[in-house]
């Protein structure tokens, strides 16, 4: 019987594929470099970025899991052109990962609070439009992104292992738009519920758009929505320190 374990640790990868192994890790180095600003910025109990991290695991296999059984449906082979590229990215891909990825993370932040010494405020999980001006989105920012890196490098192992040499081209893409989609997640805790919608919506929007004109071969479009991405996500933290709604 065939054990991946003992074939990882028993088997030396071939020289090119130690490359593309390392490729795949690396969004765990940013998730590190996240983890290491949380704990410089924040006083927050060292186990706090262990269980999100477990969290993004869980949310990319039970994802993973979703997408398995849709697959097995076989109802993308009865589509073609546009249908089909607007399935395999919006439905597939986009709604399934990013609705997955918000549950886990929301719930993950407010678990996480419950249990620590001094409650919410720990994390400094406050409502974005409290009156008293204290809202601190840092906490939630950081833990976001901390966990989308780890989510964009869980999900690198597991292309890694059926196709390696994509891992590249992942790490450039997907991998990159995890980790910018991490901004919008400031409005999962907001009480404005048009905020709390874009938090939700917006993340299954940009997902889709950017998979669906890159399988439609139009690449360069899809580096647009990233460039658009990263100028929304440094609007949205400046906007959100100057207390604006």
């Not at 893409?173 to 400031?186: D, W």
Request: proline share 4%; with cysteine; aromatic share 22%.
């Amino acid at each position: 019987r065939f054990c991946p374990t003992a074939f990882f640790f028993s088997v030396s990868l071939p020289k090119v594929m130690e490359f593309w192994f390392l490729v795949a890790i690396l969004p765990f180095f940013f998730a590190l470099i996240f983890a290491f600003v949380i704990f410089l910025r924040l006083a927050v109990p060292l186990y706090f970025p262990l269980v999100f991290a477990m969290s993004a695991f869980a949310s990319v296999v039970a994802s993973s899991f979703v997408q398995t059984f849709l697959s097995s449906l076989r109802f993308s082979a009865r589509l073609e052109g546009l249908s089909f590229a607007f399935f395999q990215s919006f439905i597939y891909s986009a709604l399934i990962e990013e609705l997955f990825k918000i549950v886990f993370l929301y719930v993950t932040f407010w678990g996480s609070a419950s249990i620590s010494k001094n409650g919410v405020n720990t994390l400094g999980i406050k409502r974005l439009s409290d009156k008293n001006g204290e809202t601190s989105i840092e906490p939630i920012l950081f833990f976001s992104m901390f966990f989308c890196a780890t989510f964009a490098g869980f999900e690198n192992v597991a292309y890694f292992v059926y196709e390696p040499n994509i891992v590249l081209g992942r790490l450039l893409g997907p991998s990159l738009l995890h980790i910018l989609l991490s901004f919008f997640y400031i409005g999962l805790f907001s009480k404005n519920r048009w905020m709390f919608f874009c938090a939700i919506a917006l993340p299954i929007l940009f997902h889709g758009a950017y998979n669906f004109f890159l399988l439609l071969g139009k690449g360069s479009v899809s580096i647009l929505f990233l460039v658009l991405l990263i100028f929304l996500g440094i609007s949205r933290v400046l906007k959100e320190k100057r207390g604006g709604k």
